[in-house]
Structure formats: structure tokens, C-alpha cells
């Protein structure tokens, strides 16, 4: 902790989500009156104009006194004598917390109204929030164009569970007042459930509520308020305040973190020994800045903490990370998160993690993993996890990992629904599979479908070869069907009945003897394929593991020649 450098002040606050965690188990533990320190909200001031913004008035009011500050640091100091182990990533960063959601749009004049902030803008919110939280930030570049370092990686993820929608013109101009007559009406869950008020911000960018603040009887003073200027892609506020960083950093107050300029140069500052001392915030990151030239350390202009602008923040420090695990595990019950994912997967799993950078129109992106075992052949191929760019309303890098019985097969089916693929010309737009941190298949594709058969594939008794087709049934399943056929033209195999359930997935398996001569050929007796003006189907045929053909968009019929 730094050297005592005189009475911070404060300025915290909710973000944007909630918790999928046991609710709160107990009041806030402190010897202190709460009512004397503690008045229920906090502001985030920064100013009405993009270009005028002022740092010195990103907090504002309604200030943790430091007396009630040092009692929150005594509770800390005690849990981290007693579970010090748990805070240093040994096992608390090993789990995920899944903190669920509830957005309370608050507009005025009509539905119509641009207060009324579009779900595809809070689902980008949302998504430029866990960008930052797990380290990524890939959404967004930086100032001059490039690409976010990456930022240190923590366990919180942000589930987004519910919106509603109020029209009510009081509520969209609040004051502290009548808040309470808002919250108590709409508010969700417990001090573990994260709800965020979106309205005109109550003259601010935001405020919110302390965690060490929240108990069972002070729920309604439990919320974030952001101003709906500060949403991805709105205007208000030019290019530096509308990329969801203000979203960020109010999470990062609900979770338990001060202002990096907390207090100035004097005092303990945001009570956090590796964030250096600052005299007050800028929203300038280019150059180097050092307010407080007696202190070691230059200012950490490109903190999520700082005032700094939406293209300058891409990360926590380490001990903001540990002070968030302690006042989250702590205060709002995180102690026991419902999903425990350890970062490695086990020794006999694969690390299976798909990149995929949407194109313009990501809302017809996506992916899906299944595995390719005779367990499940002749069923409904089971799906072990996915993605859809639906509601995404821009160009943006999604990655999302699993892990896999690294014994089985998969596969890996990209779509695009708009049937002009994903370019692997176009470096903006990709795909990329990787295993254990070893890419496995990458680059693009100009259809609306891309098959990728990967892991061990499943093999036959000696002399025979594995054939294995999956298919993908359009609306008129009973119109498609399949045939292996000799070099004679003598039929193999082919499908034994008709299929009768449409849009679904289906795996197919032969053994075929070895070293033949054999062709492959499906069909449509409608001579319109499996895609697209009748449903998205497609089809992939494979042998011993190796691709013979695939396709979704032909005729009457689609052929291959292959050998066993």
C-alpha cells in the first residue's frame, strides 16, 4: 500500500450486471454508523461535452468518508490474513463468475425516442464489458488505429439476463429523491444481482453503490445508473467517452476499486500498492504523465480506473484484481461461483478455443461444435457449445473455448447465413481453431457453410475403412438421400430409410473395405439441394478422417470419386 498521503476521496459505483450466485448471506460488518459515512450513491462527473471534459470532476458527490474507508480495509486486511491463499490466483482465479445481468432502460417522450437505447447496443455494451474483464479487448483498437494490448485476465463474466424498458420521464431525469421510487420498482435479486438504470445519468456519465454498502436492507441503494450517451456507437460525446468504457469502469467500482487519483498525492490513495500515485485524472494517454514526481511511478493513464478515454483503457492491475476478489467474495457472496472452470483443461481434454472475426454483417455469423462418435449415430447430433453474432451490430473478434475428450472426434460447423462466407482474404474477417494453443484449421470461406472434422477419428476392424457422413436436412428431408457406388456402378451403401425430421443434424457411419475404387453421391429429388431457399442444410463426407466432399447449395446431385 502506498505511503499515507492525506483523506481520499471517492468515487465508486455499479455497473452493468448482475450474478447467478447464492444471494447475499449477511450485513455489512463494521462498528461504524453507516448512515454517517455513507448517503447511498456515488457520482461519475465528466462533464457534458466530449471536448471539455474535466477530470477533476469525474467524482463528485456524496463521498465514503475516510473513517468508513479504514473500516472496509480493516475487513479486507482480516479476510486476507485468514484466505490470503485464495486471493492470489491459487484458486479464486481459477473459477468463473458468472454475474448475471438486469438492464433497466429508464427513456422518455415515446418509444421511439433515442433514450430508448436498442438491445443491440446493451448486447455490445455487454460484450465490450467481458472483453475487458477476460483480457481480450478486441473490440476496439486503440488511438492511433492498432490493436489493445492485452489486459490482465479475471474471473468475471457478465451474463445478461433480462431488459426492461419503462417510459417514464421523472425517472429518465432522477435525482436523489426519487431514485428509491424508481429502484424499488425495478430492481432485481439481491446485493449478488448487478442492475443497471440506463437514463440521462443524473447530469453525469454515472454513479453507483459500494459493495461494501449492500445488505439485505439497503437493496435499493444497491445499482448503477450510466448515461445512454455512453452506449457503443452512440453520439453525444464524439469518439472518446462511446466505446462502453464508462460501462467498464463502473463495474470495476461495483466490484470494489477507487479512482486511480484517488486522494491525490497523499494518503493510501485507491488502496492499491501497485497503481501509482496520481494528483488527478486526464483523459491524455499519449506521451507520459507523472503528477506526482515525489512518488515513484508515472501516472496510470491506461487503467480502466483512471478518467483516461474509451481507445486509452485496456487494463486492471494485479492488485485491483485481488482487491476485487476480496470485496466481491466478501460483500456480495461471490465466494462460491455456480460455474467452476479451471484454466486448463485436464490432461486427457483439449483446450479447443474457435477465433472467429465477424464480417459486416455478423448477425449471420456463427459456429457450432458437435462430437462425431457412434454413440450418436442415427440420432440428433448433440451440440457441446456455440456462438451466434446475432444481435452484434458490428465487426468484432469473438473467441470462445471448450474443453474436449481429446479421444473422441468433433466437428466444427461455421455458418453464414447470408451465403457469402467468411474471406480469408480479408484479414478482418477469419476463422481459426486451436488445440492446446496449436492451430488446427484456419482461413475462410465464400459459401454458408464451412466443415471441420477434427479430433480421433473412430476406425473399423482390420481391412475396412471408417465412412462417416453428416448431414443437415433442409424443410423436405424425404427428398434427399445418399448412395455409394462401386467403379461398376453396383450400389454399397446407402441411406437404409427415408429421413423424416427436417433441419436436423444427423451422423452416419460405414465401414467400406479397403483399397476400392468407390464414388459418393447425394441427392435432391426436387433438383434443389440442401440450401438455402428451403431450409440451411448441408452435408460432409469423410473417410478414414479425411474430407471427400462437402456442399450445401447444387442440383439434383453432388459427386465425388475416393478411394478406401
Known amino acids: 500500500m502506498r505511503e499515507m498521503r492525506g483523506v481520499p476521496i471517492s468515487c465508486f459505483g455499479l455497473l452493468l450486471l448482475s450474478c447467478v450466485l447464492s444471494p447475499s448471506t449477511g450485513e455489512v460488518v463494521s462498528g461504524t454508523n453507516e448512515i454517517e459515512y455513507f448517503s447511498g450513491k456515488a457520482h461519475m462527473l465528466r462533464g457534458e461535452s466530449a471536448n ?86 478486441s473490440i476496439y483498437t486503440n ?191 461471490l465466494g462460491n461461483p455456480t460455474l467452476s472452470v479451471p484454466e486448463q483443461c485436464s490432461s486427457t481434454q483439449w483446450d479447443a ?26 440420432t440428433k447430433l448433440p451440440i457441446r457449445t456455440s456462438f451466434s453474432g446475432y444481435g452484434r451490430p458490428e465487426k468484432s473478434t469473438v473467441i470462445k473455448s471448450v474443453c474436449l475428450d481429446s479421444s473422441q472426434p468433433y ?22 481453431l486451436n488445440l492446446n494453443g496449436v492451430t488446427k484449421a484456419s482461413g475462410g470461406f465464400e459459401s454458408y457453410h464451412k466443415l471441420v472434422y477434427f479430433g480421433v477419428p473412430e476406425t473399423c476392424s482390420q481391412g475396412k475403412k471408417m465412412f462417416l457422413l453428416l448431414l443437415r436436412t433442409d424443410d423436405f428431408p424425404n427428398e434427399t438421400s445418399w448412395v455409394i457406388k462401386k467403379a461398376d456402378g453396383s450400389v454399397l451403401e446407402k441411406n437404409l430409410s427415408s429421413f423424416t425430421e427436417s433441419q436436423t443434424l444427423t451422423l452416419m457411419q460405414r465401414c467400406l473395405p479397403a483399397g476400392l475404387n468407390l464414388i459418393f453421391e447425394i441427392s435432391d429429388s426436387n433438383q434443389n439441394g440442401l440450401c438455402c431457399d428451403y431450409g440451411m442444410g448441408f452435408f460432409g463426407a469423410y473417410i478414414g478422417g479425411q474430407e471427400i466432399l462437402t456442399g450445401d447449395v447444387f442440383g439434383a446431385s453432388k459427386s465425388k470419386s475416393f478411394n478406401t
Open 52 to 137: 471539455t471534459i474535466s477530470p477533476s470532476r469525474l467524482c463528485g458527490a456524496n463521498r465514503l468518508a475516510i473513517e468508513r474507508k479504514n473500516d472496509v480495509q480493516k475487513i479486507i486486511d482480516a479476510y486476507q490474513k485468514e484466505r490470503g491463499d485464495l486471493l492470489q490466483g491459487r484458486r479464486l482465479k481459477s473459477n468463473i463468475f458468472n454475474i448475471s445481468t438486469y438492464v433497466h432502460v429508464v427513456y422518455k417522450g415515446n418509444s421511439g425516442d433515442v433514450t430508448n437505447v436498442s438491445d443491440s447496443k446493451i448486447i455490445k455494451q455487454i460484450d465490450v464489458l467481458n472483453d475487458a474483464f477476460n483480457g481480450s479487448n
Open 353 to 378: 478455443e474457435v477465433v472467429l472475426e465477424t464480417d459486416e454483417n455478423p448477425g449471420q455469423n456463427g459456429w457450432y461444435i458437435g462430437r462425431a462418435a457412434s454413440s450418436v449415430v442415427g
Open 143 to 333: 488511438c492511433n488505429g492498432g490493436n489493445k494490448n492485452p489486459g490482465n485476465k479475471s474471473p468475471f463474466r457478465f451474463v445478461l439476463k433480462n431488459v426492461t424498458r419503462t417510459l417514464n420521464e421523472t425517472w429518465h431525469y432522477s435525482n436523489d429523491s426519487n431514485y428509491t421510487e424508481m429502484t424499488k420498482a425495478l430492481r432485481k435479486g439481491s446485493c449478488a444481482d448487478l442492475n443497471i438504470f440506463i437514463n440521462a445519468g443524473h447530469g453525469s456519465f454515472g454513479f453507483g453503490s459500494y459493495p461494501s454498502e449492500c445488505s439485505s436492507s439497503t437493496l435499493t441503494d444497491d445499482f448503477v445508473v450510466i448515461q445512454w450517451k455512453t452506449l457503443p456507437g452512440t453520439t453525444g460525446y464524439g469518439q472518446k467517452y462511446n466505446k462502453g468504457g464508462t460501462l467498464v469502469h463502473q463495474v470495476g467500482h461495483w466490484l470494489g476499486l477507487y479512482d486511480t487519483y484517488e486522494g491525490g498525492c497523499d494518503g493510501f490513495g485507491d488502496y492499491v500498492s501497485d497503481t501509482p500515485a496520481e494528483l488527478n485524472g486526464t483523459s491524455d494517454c499519449t506521451g507520459t504523465h507523472d503528477s506526482c514526481p515525489l512518488i515513484d511511478g508515472q501516472d496510470p493513464v491506461e487503467n480502466f480506473m483512471h478518467s483516461t478515454r474509451d481507445c486509452c483503457a485496456y487494463k486492471f492491475s494485479d492488485g485491483q484484481l485481488d482487491r476485487m476478489l476480496m470485496l466481491s467474495t466478501w460483500f456480495r457472496s
Open 411 to 432: 466437428f466444427l460447423v461455421i455458418v453464414d447465413t447470408g451465403g457469402d462466407g467468411i474471406s480469408s482474404d480479408d484479414t478482418t474477417t477469419s476463422w481459426k
